[in-house]
Structure formats: structure tokens, C-alpha cells
């Protein structure tokens, strides 16, 4: 998945563990794979002010544990991942601009309160190019919209578990019949992570969630969608193409309904902790 996907589960899951105990150990944002390539993530809130038509933006926290700290003293009680697909998908599906920055359509955090929700998004800026760390990124978080509507989804995780394996049965077979072999192996590595005991073993972000935080069917979720990403620019699954009408349609059914699952798996997954 997109490194701001992931970034964004980390912070949901941690974030949630410091609402319950108030604290998540030292130093979550130095040690955390998700924020490998970042030199800076800071939160800010938006204000308009009485003559200009240019918000003002207020940093309320430099880090996301300042920023746990800051959400905890605002009432919050909860985090969450929220979801929306684009409005306009006429000229590209979601599917299709997912490994862009900005594509595949927008993802929240949504913090929780009593009566409301307010909802942050991210901006990810290349501040340092060519670092020799390769912490190349600057990311600032928004409050984008507040005292919202709570939406707070809470998907099936189990019938969720079934669709995603079926849709990767679906496209595994396709590509099998197709001669993508290669293709065909990550689908059915994704699809054995959904059934695994240890699920996020072999894959690179092993630490999305806190220990102890999260049960074994919220990790299969996470870690068997994110295995399956295969969205993205030059060399991924979009850039294949087929030369006839039969084949680029089910090719183009199949990548979305796996595009949608992969989605609702994460939401799933993140959103609930039981």
C-alpha cells in the first residue's frame, strides 16, 4: 500500500492505544516503519480570519505524540478511518490513481467525540531532496472538517474476510489464466496472510499495530489487504494491458472490486478491536 495508507494506521492504532492508557512508549514516530521517509509530521487546526480568505494555519502539535496528548485533552475518545471514494471517475477509476499522491481517493482520520467528529487529512511535501537518510518527506495533518457527522465505521470483519479472499481467488485465477504468473503468486500470498497465524510476518510494515491492541482477524485484514496493493504507476498491475475487449473488462472489473475490498478490509480491520 501507499506509504500515507500506512502511515495513517499507524496513527489510528497507536493513537487509540495512548486514549485508553494514556501513553504508547518512547519514541512510536522514530522507531515506526511508517514514518521512515519523514523528516517532519506535525498536526494543525485551520481558522478564517476576519479580512483574509486565506485560513490560518496553528501547528497544535510537532509530533504525533504531542498530537495523541493534544486529542486526549480535547475529549476525544476514540480514532478512526474513514473512507471516500472520488466523485468524478470518469476520466480514471479509483483503482487506477491509487499510487499517486492525492489519487485513489481521500482518507480521514476521524477522531471520535461525544456529540461529533472532526476529520484530519494529510499533506506530504518533498522538503529534502536527495537526503542522505532518505527522510526526504515533510507531512502536516489538518483538521480539515469539524463538528461533523460520526460516522465511525464498523464493517463485518468476517464476511469482509471472506469477500476479500474470494475477489483474490477471482483475480489470482485470471492472472494464472493470462500468463502472469508473477501476479498470480502475490494474490495467493495475500490470500494465505488472511488465514495466517503470524500474518504480518513477511510483510514490510510489521508494526501497525501497538502490541496486545489489536486480535489476530483485525491484523489478518490489514496485513492480507496490504499484501494485495498492487496499485500504483510504470511496472504494476495498471500497467498491464490486453488486446482484446473481453479480457480489459474483466481485467477492469476484477482490479476494482479488489481495489474496493482492499479498502473496506483496512476500515474493517483498523476500526474495530475486538
Not at 18 to 37: A, H, Q, V
Not at 52 to 60: F, L, Q, R
Not at 91 to 113: C, N, P, R
Request: glycine letters at 10%; a negative charge; hydrophobic letters at 35%.
Amino acid at each position: 500500500m501507499t506509504g500515507t495508507l500506512a502511515q495513517l494506521i499507524a496513527l489510528v492504532s497507536y493513537g487509540n492505544a495512548y486514549l485508553e492508557k494514556g501513553e504508547i512508549g518512547e519514541s512510536f514516530s522514530d522507531t515506526n516503519s511508517t514514518f521512515t521517509f519523514c523528516n517532519k509530521v506535525d498536526f494543525r487546526t485551520f481558522t478564517k480570519g476576519f479580512l483574509s480568505k486565506t485560513p490560518k494555519e496553528e501547528v497544535v502539535a510537532d509530533n504525533p505524540e504531542e498530537w495523541f496528548a493534544y486529542m486526549k485533552q480535547s475529549g476525544c475518545r476514540k480514532l478512526a478511518l474513514y473512507y471516500q471514494s472520488s466523485e468524478d471517475q470518469s476520466l480514471a477509476k479509483d483503482h487506477q490513481l491509487a499510487g499517486f499522491i492525492g489519487g485513489g481517493g481521500t482518507w480521514y482520520i476521524e477522531a471520535v467525540y461525544d456529540k461529533y467528529s472532526n476529520y484530519w487529512a494529510s499533506r506530504w511535501e518533498v522538503t529534502r531532496q536527495g537526503a542522505e537518510d532518505n527522510r526526504i518527506w515533510s507531512v502536516s495533518y489538518g483538521m480539515v472538517s469539524g463538528k461533523q457527522a460520526t460516522h465511525d465505521l464498523q464493517i463485518d470483519r468476517e464476511i469482509t474476510k471472506e469477500k476479500l479472499g474470494e475477489t483474490l481467488e477471482d483475480i489470482a485465477a485470471f492472472a494464472k489464466s493470462r500468463e502472469l504468473g508473477n501476479w498470480a503468486a502475490i494474490f495467493e500470498r495475500a490470500a494465505a496472510a488472511l488465514d495466517s497465524p503470524v500474518p504480518g510476518e513477511s510483510y514490510y510494515h510489521k508494526d501497525f499495530f501497538p502490541e496486545g491492541h489489536y486480535d489476530l482477524l483485525s491484523q489478518q485484514l490489514v496485513s492480507g489487504a496490504g499484501s494485495a496493493w498492487v496499485f500504483g504507476g510504470m511496472g504494476s498491475w495498471n500497467d498491464i494491458g490486453f488486446d482484446n475487449d473481453e479480457d480489459s473488462h474483466r481485467y477492469n472489473a476484477l482490479s476494482g472490486k479488489l481495489y474496493s475490498m482492499i479498502n473496506m478490509s483496512i476500515v474493517a480491520g483498523v476500526n474495530s478491536r475486538q
